[in-house]
């Protein structure tokens, strides 16, 4: 069984970044896709950003695009989501997800970490 564990919640202004990890235990973390999704107050999850098993492939959603990078550390199990430019929209809750098989369908969730853009 899989485990991901997210590190703390964050208060940040406006245009300030930060830095959300995520850490697998059990499976073979090298070979997932993994992904960063939110969840802001009152509306539907969301996909926010992905990357391959290597690392060689990312891919974002245009709302975070050139502003939030995806990484990952397979020695460490741990998945990265470094957060620039940060605006009061990007408030919500993150969530990260392990794919064993394929990049469409998330297997494995964190528990979900809050951050919160002032403005």
């Known amino acids: 069984q899989v485990q991901l564990g997210q590190s703390g919640g964050g208060l940040v202004q406006a245009g300030g970044s930060l830095r959300r990890s995520c850490a697998a235990s059990?499976?073979?973390?090298?070979?997932?896709?993994m992904g960063w999704f939110r969840q802001a107050p009152g509306k539907e999850r969301e996909f926010g950003a992905t990357i391959s098993w290597s690392g060689s492939s990312t891919y974002y959603a245009d709302s975070v695009k050139g502003r939030f990078t995806i990484s990952r550390d397979n020695g460490k199990s741990t998945v990265y989501l470094q957060m620039n430019s940060l605006k009061p929209e990007d408030t919500a809750v993150y969530y990260c997800?392990?794919?064993?098989?394929?990049?469409?369908?998330?297997?494995?969730w964190g528990q979900g970490t809050p951050v919160t853009v002032s403005s």
């Open positions: 059990g499976g073979t973390f090298s070979s997932y896709t």
């Open positions: 997800a392990a794919a064993v098989i394929g990049v469409h369908k998330y297997d494995y």
